[in-house]
């Protein structure tokens, strides 16, 4: 099943900090994903945190994936950027993604957080998320498509049109309250 991962930096630190931590961040992603069969199907980095789509073909796959990510990436971070001790708040969250309208809506959620922040004035413009692959696309290794994506049209230009469409709508303020509600808690309670 799908889970929508969120990790964010300590103390609301930045967790990115120049165009080789990102490039370094998705690097280690697309190593890990494959050496533990998750596939990752959206993802945006922002400043000070990380969204996922991902979903493991066994328990133990997304743990042994973050945990991967985070022995190579903290470290070198670190180093690079003069500082000590922990980077991330915690443990990430995830949460299960269990039917097709929570699984739009967090794609949504999550290609369009850069535009929400003013990063971008359009999910793909921004060169940190999987939005350049679903609305214009452009090819991304690291992404694995997913049912739900392909049921947005019969051809790869159906959906990136479809998938245009629903971005251009934004989301409303009752979505967004759901979503985070749901990052909150922790589970998806309403559909919106």
Known sequence: MTQHIV??????????????????FLGLLQRESLRYAVAIHAYALMTTHFHLMATPTDTTGLSAMMQGIGRTYVPVFNFKHQRTGGL?????????????????????????????????????????????????GDEDPLLATHDVYLHLGATPDDRQQAWRVICQAGMQESELAAMREAIQKGRWGQTP
């Open 88 to 136: 991330w708040e915690g443990r990430y969250r995830s949460f299960m993604i269990e039917d097709e309208t929570y699984w739009l809506t967090c794609l949504r959620y999550v290609e369009l957080n850069p535009v929400r922040a003013g990063m971008a004035a359009t999910s793909e413009t921004y060169p940190w998320s999987s939005a350049r692959a679903h609305v214009c």
């Open 7 to 24: 990790q964010r930096g300590n103390n609301r630190c930045a967790v990115f900090g120049n165009t080789s931590d990102y490039q370094l």
